[in-house]
């Protein structure tokens, strides 16, 4: 498995005279170059990848958009990009036979940073990809959702060096427990104990053990399905096991290949039995998740003239990328998306998120979910914080349009952060246009969430947020909501 962070994507070169690279991978590395994605393959991974690139199941599967566009460079094109001195010495420091340059995936996110529904879909993707791989000879090595980024809201797997050939008369899977690790145990604590996933995977990049969801059962639990086999039998098995005793992880033939392929097939549709139990249901209710249809100071009217606001002035710019904060149900998601954008779309309700996925999912419109609070965006991760890079480098600049339609009256108050610093970060994560509503402080929304504390805000009002937002941008469009304390404006950055 390899990852390349963010800061790797966006930035590409850390210092003057060092390539950003990933490291896990003992076959390649993958490293960024002037906005292109390349992976050195070393001899350990050569043979695996050229039975996959060969394979019937490798084409039909990069064809049909499941695995990442992939193409190995010639040997001028190797050259070429080898006279850049620091493509030669990581080529040369890992030993490379061949150079692949890959499609850019627009806008990674991570298992913390996902609703389940997609974690679930992932999970579904890598079991699928396991079994259609079986009839050309070849296994998936990895069972990790970290393998896996989407494109709008389809997962697409990433690491072409995952892939294996298979003995054919060996039964095994070895990624199993990894699997059950990182996408069963996640859903189910999820699922029965609404544990958050960012809580699962900022704290273990490597998911759930057996033990740890044993500690959030109860005694008759555990003996009840699905506890029983996933959670118990493995945690009473592991108290008796010999750490030194390395045979669970030796590939183990029966002789008979129909048998072997039997088994293992078996075992996947075992697996994808228990993902689908797991799965999470749509319908569920939130804090946020009845916002549009609650009380939250719009008419009708109201609400079409900003609806209007909107699709004018996208259909108008035509931003390629759109980030949507606090996106709640996707509406105004889903209108950039019918303008041609590609949307990310971020909340922080997980709940929110799911649907989200699920109506982009079902209209088949180029929206990513992603669960986030822009009050406080996911940290780096990883080796030295850069293996898994913050949602702000990864967001700095990628954007061509953020709307910010009836959130920055919870940061201001919620949350406690300056206007000022509100109008920055927008700065920061657009290149052109920002799409912003301004609620003023005596709306009846804004003083709920004062609680009584209206005079730390008193002065507050349309003129002071132009002159926040005229530090950075230029007010191209104003729009008050008759009737409301509710201005709509069209910024573009200075």
Same mark, same amino acid.
């Given at each position: ?11 590409? !070169? ?22 292109? !994605? ?21 084409? +039909? ?45 627009? @806008? ?14 992932? &999970?579904?993707?890598?079991?699928? =990809? ?10 998936? *090595? ?6 896996? =980024? ?32 990182? @996408? ?55 108290? +008796? ?10 590939? +183990? &033939? ?8 039997? !088994? ?5 549709? &075992? ?7 797991? +799965? ?37 710019? *035509? ?12 509406? @105004?998601?889903? !209108? ?22 699920? *109506?982009?999912?079902?209209? *088949? =419109? ?13 940290p780096g991760t990883g080796w030295r914080n850069r293996e898994c890079g913050s949602f702000i480098d990864r967001g700095r600049g990628a954007f061509d349009c953020l709307l910010m339609l009836a959130v920055i009256h919870h940061m201001l108050v919620s949350e406690r952060v300056p206007l000022d610093e509100i109008v920055d970060q927008a700065a920061e994560l657009t290149r052109d246009a920002v799409i912003i509503e301004f609620v003023a402080p005596d709306d009846s929304m804004f003083r709920r969430l004062t609680r009584g504390r209206d005079h730390l805000h008193a002065g507050l009002n349309a003129s002071v947020f132009e002159a926040s937002a005229r530090r950075h941008f230029d007010v191209v469009r104003s729009q008050h909501l008759e009737g409301t304390s509710r201005w709509l404006y069209l910024l573009r950055k200075k």
């Amino acid at each position: 498995m390899s990852t390349l962070s963010t800061e790797e994507h966006n930035t590409d !070169i850390r210092s003057e005279d060092r390539l950003a690279n990933s490291f896990r991978d003992p076959a390649g590395c993958l490293f960024s170059l002037d906005g292109s !994605i390349y992976r050195v393959v070393n001899p350990v991974g050569v043979a695996d990848l050229d039975a996959f690139m060969a394979s019937k199941a490798g084409h +039909k599967l990069m064809n049909s958009g499941k695995i990442v566009g992939t193409r190995e460079l010639d040997p001028a094109q190797r050259d070429t990009l080898c006279r850049d001195a620091r493509v030669r010495h990581l080529f040369n420091a890992f030993g490379g036979q061949k150079i692949l340059q890959h499609e850019r995936v627009e @806008f990674q996110t991570y298992p913390y940073e996902w609703p389940a529904e997609m974690l679930h879909a992932a &999970g579904v993707l890598t079991l699928n =990809l396991a079994a259609e791989l079986v009839e050309d000879g070849l296994g998936l *090595k990895d069972g990790t959702p970290y393998n896996v =980024l989407f494109r709008g809201p389809d997962p697409v797997f990433i690491d072409v060096l995952s892939f294996e050939r298979r003995e054919a008369d060996d039964p095994t899977w070895l990624p199993y427990a990894q699997f059950v690790r990182t @996408f069963v145990l996640p859903l189910l604590a999820h699922k029965k104990f609404g544990v958050p996933l960012d809580q699962i995977f900022l704290a273990r990049r490597d998911g759930l053990e057996p033990e740890d969801v044993y500690k959030m059962t109860g005694p008759l639990q555990r003996l009840l399905p699905p506890f029983l086999s996933l959670v118990s039998m493995p945690t009473w098995l592991a108290a +008796k096991h010999n750490a030194d005793d390395q045979t669970i992880y030796e590939k +183990k &033939g029966t002789g008979n290949p129909e048998k072997s392929r039997y !088994i293992l097939e078996s075992l996947l549709n &075992g697996l994808r039995g228990t993902l689908d139990s797991l +799965k999470p249901v749509s319908g569920q209710n939130s804090t946020w998740s009845d916002y549009m249809g609650a009380n939250n100071n719009y008419s009708q009217d109201h609400f079409a003239a900003k609806q209007k606001f909107v699709d004018e002035v996208t259909r108008e710019l *035509k931003p390629r990328r759109v980030l949507d904060i606090g996106c709640n149900t996707d509406h @105004f998601s889903a !209108i950039a998306a019918r303008n041609g954008a590609g949307v990310v779309a971020a909340d922080y309700d997980p709940v929110v998120a799911g649907e989200v996925w699920r *109506k982009a999912r079902a209209e *088949k =419109l180029n929206i990513q979910p992603m669960v986030i609070n822009l009050t406080r965006p996911t940290p780096g991760t990883g080796w030295r914080n850069r293996e898994c890079g913050s949602f702000i480098d990864r967001g700095r600049g990628a954007f061509d349009c953020l709307l910010m339609l009836a959130v920055i009256h919870h940061m201001l108050v919620s949350e406690r952060v300056p206007l000022d610093e509100i109008v920055d970060q927008a700065a920061e994560l657009t290149r052109d246009a920002v799409i912003i509503e301004f609620v003023a402080p005596d709306d009846s929304m804004f003083r709920r969430l004062t609680r009584g504390r209206d005079h730390l805000h008193a002065g507050l009002n349309a003129s002071v947020f132009e002159a926040s937002a005229r530090r950075h941008f230029d007010v191209v469009r104003s729009q008050h909501l008759e009737g409301t304390s509710r201005w709509l404006y069209l910024l573009r950055k200075k």
